[in-house]
């Protein structure tokens, strides 16, 4: 399919940065990605903002020309809000006004500020992300509800939390060296299954942080990047998008993700790729269980075949396909509108060698994923970024 | 440039519903959408939804999945939001989906519900779609800001607070056999020049109302549209985006939007026309003045030349360019998130004979416009529409 070159990138580094603005941190990574692709805010055609409870932590709607305003330029600009996977799903969007020829430089990410919000405040607006009526109300909380998926899983597949403790320590492992993180700590088993337990089977080290920062990437059409040297590097070749029911009452199964499989199957058929061509892969990993449920439905390993790719060390740095190299949702930190943009930058600077941790990427790997997921999965977008030259 | 033909249309009527729910308000207007293309919830290959505040007014975010699943669907959703050009922004973002080829039918709309909300709550929300550090913190409201504008324009090309009445007693008598409309009563100038003031020069009949209510439509490639015999009736040819600074204050003048002249000109490019061509015009008139500043940022009227356009009758249902035959959003009423929708389900009815004024719309019109602004025009859509058959 036609690419769309990813010109350039830029985050913030993730924490709890309660004083900053959400226009401030998103123009520090949207002018760094400007800068790293040697453009500037008067070549922006169009801007593609994703943010989930602004309203809420700034009382901000209308997001997009504001930001846009932030990055120094009055270009059409829009929020995309799906939950979790906003900026996912900003970047899908971005990616088709680039291809359509409707756009050539276009600006795609997203930011969240939470930790203004104080605990009571940033969990009462995640929950937004889940079903007022039917889910909110009975008292499901994110944390519960990817428990509720946990104890699927294992019903289905066996397993136990110790498996699970695995992906925490590996991506805090990943985190280490990368100096945006949220979370630079390492951690054993043993301090993860000793955790105080939020929502069992999970503990307090099964869950990634509440984390504010933001994430952007310089999107290209193939005609701009030929005509302006930018059609090297690394570009978007398989965009998808997959839905599922908003509650989890409605599912025929917690202990699978179709919207992620849906929106795998795409973006390979939009590459041309199959799974196995995928050589490094960030994925959702707002829960530990969400990783394993990721790279299932990702088609990486079979269904109840992944709970224990960590632990085996296949998905570790140096195994044979590692996962959330950047540290993931887990360690790096989710600030949620950020977070499919930072999924995206990620892997680019990892196929580029301008990652911490590129080291680990073996030199012949040369296709990478992003998957961001909103919600328990009732959005989720699934990205293939390949080097071009 | 290709095509998006509309399959179908369907808007919920426009009121104060504090009892009904957001997803069942849209699930309506898309599920008539969808009966009137003769077609099914299992035909659908993306949602793309505008809505503002219910973050706020349902305590529900990540709506995409939600309305999607209210249509009958699991099929990728996701929420656009630009404030009061939401669905103006989903539709125009829904438009490059179907052009792309990378989605054969589509429904976009949107939907708000605010009456729930109160006064105090609502003005507070739609505050949300200004500069909160710097317009709102300040004191500005939108009736305060559409003064500011109103001033400025006084101030530029002469005029006063009669010649703005004159297009609240147009819009008025269109939405009278309008029986979707919030407002259907009959005023004079006079009612309006006594009405309670609310931010000088603008009174109370100057304002559109607050109202819920959900509009969508069916769009579809030219490919599914020749395949399935929907390549007849009204299609979408032009679409454009325009953009400004957030706050007033950043404004070179506050007497012309420059937001409109851009997305109007990106929209004519598109279509291949020129303004001189459009027949009949649905603009965003929150305020009267809006109707005014919408007809010269599209170049339908010079600078100056627009605010005695009502009172001189150009633009009644009987003048040379009929504006608002639907009674605009001062009184078919303002469901936020839905008004872009709603407007070009207005120009496609008109134009196909089957809307309550068709009989307003002489035979030789065949081209119509429809301009959704968000906030202060900080963002503002323009789509062309056709008679293709």
Chains 1, 2 share one sequence.
Do not use: W
Not at 97 to 125: F, I, L
């Amino acid at each position: 399919m036609t690419k769309a070159f990813i010109a350039g990138s830029g985050t913030t580094a993730f924490g709890s940065f309660p004083d900053r603005t959400g226009r401030d941190m998103f123009a520090e990574a949207g002018l760094a990605a400007l800068d790293d692709a040697g453009l500037t805010s008067a070549d922006v055609d169009e801007v593609f903002y994703g943010n989930f409870v602004g309203t809420l932590s700034e009382r901000q709607g209308h997001q997009g020309p504001l930001v846009a305003e932030a990055l120094g330029t009055t270009a059409p600009a829009r929020r995309v809000e799906s939950a979790c996977a906003s900026s996912g799903v900003a970047i899908r969007d971005a990616v088709r006004a680039v291809r359509a020829g409707d756009a050539d430089v276009v600006v795609a990410g997203g930011m969240e500020r939470m930790s203004n919000m104080g605990t009571a405040g940033a969990t009462d607006g995640l929950a937004r992300a889940a079903d007022d009526l039917f889910e909110v109300r009975a008292g499901v909380t994110f944390p519960a509800a990817y428990a509720l998926l946990a104890r699927a899983y294992f019903d289905a597949y066996g397993g136990d939390r110790t498996d699970l403790a695995h992906v925490a320590v590996k991506n805090h492992e990943n985190a280490l060296v990368n100096d945006h993180a949220h979370l630079r700590q390492e951690i054993t088993v043993d301090d993860v299954l000793e955790a105080p337990e939020i929502a069992a089977p999970l503990g307090l080290y099964d869950a990634c942080p509440i984390s504010d920062g933001a994430a952007a990437v310089v999107l290209c059409s193939p005609s701009y990047a030929a005509e302006h040297g930018l059609d090297s590097g690394v570009a978007i070749t398989g965009s998808g998008h997959g839905g599922d029911t908003m509650a989890l009452q409605d599912r025929q199964s917690l202990a699978k993700t179709p919207g992620t499989r849906e929106a795998a199957e795409a973006a390979y058929d939009d590459a041309g790729i199959t799974p196995d061509e995928v050589g490094i892969a960030e994925v959702h990993d707002c829960f530990t269980i969400a990783e394993v449920l990721a790279l299932e439905g990702l088609g990486l390993y079979s269904y109840g075949e992944a709970l224990g790719a960590a632990r085996r060390g296949e998905t570790r740095r140096d195994g044979a396909l590692p996962v959330n190299l950047s540290g993931g949702l887990k360690a790096k930190g989710h600030p949620v509108g950020a977070t499919g943009a930072a999924q995206i930058a990620a892997v680019r600077t990892l196929l580029e060698g301008t990652h911490p941790q590129s080291d680990a990427v073996d030199d012949d790997v040369t296709v990478g994923l992003a998957h961001n997921a909103g919600g328990t999965v009732a959005s989720a977008t699934v990205h293939v970024l390949e080097v071009v030259a």
